[in-house]
Nanobody
Framework: QVQLVESGGGSVQAGGSLRLSCAASGHTDGTYCLMGWFRQAPGKKREAVAALYIGTGITYYTDSVEGRFTISQDNTALYLQMKSLRSEDTAMYYC??????????????????????WGQGTQVTVSS
């Protein structure tokens, strides 16, 4: 069973920065083709924030975080570096992983149902 565990959330003032991490455990064996970060604010739908197609270097961002957030990965975890945080970035942040097949050419990275594994979430609160 694959488990994803997020960390790094917290409370910051507007303009501040946070770095979220997502560690995978279990039978990962490098089978993911896509990993992403989603967020959900109270009363709102879960939305895709950023995604990374494994082995390609291709990344996508939702418009509201473009230029402020950076998704990356190393051998140990998936990361989301968040800078210039705004109050509207306040949400529970989730990492997710998708199994093949994946195509960077479509919009599947934005679709929650496309992902097979989810973490439990980490809260980010930005005060203005």
């Amino acid at each position: 069973q694959v488990q994803l565990v997020e960390s790094g959330g917290g409370s910051v003032q507007a303009g501040g920065s946070l770095r979220l991490s997502c560690a995978a455990s279990g039978h990962t064996d490098g089978t993911y083709c896509l990993m992403g970060w989603f967020r959900q604010a109270p009363g709102k739908k879960r939305e895709a924030v950023a995604a990374l197609y494994i082995g390609t270097g291709i990344t996508y961002y939702t418009d509201s975080v473009e230029g402020r957030f950076t998704i990356s990965q190393d051998n140990t975890a998936l990361y989301l570096q968040m800078k210039s945080l705004r109050s509207e970035d306040t949400a529970m942040y989730y990492c997710a992983a998708a199994l093949p097949p994946c195509s960077p050419a479509d919009r599947s990275w934005t679709l929650a149902w496309f992902y097979s594994y989810w973490g439990q979430g980490t809260q980010v609160t930005v005060s203005s």
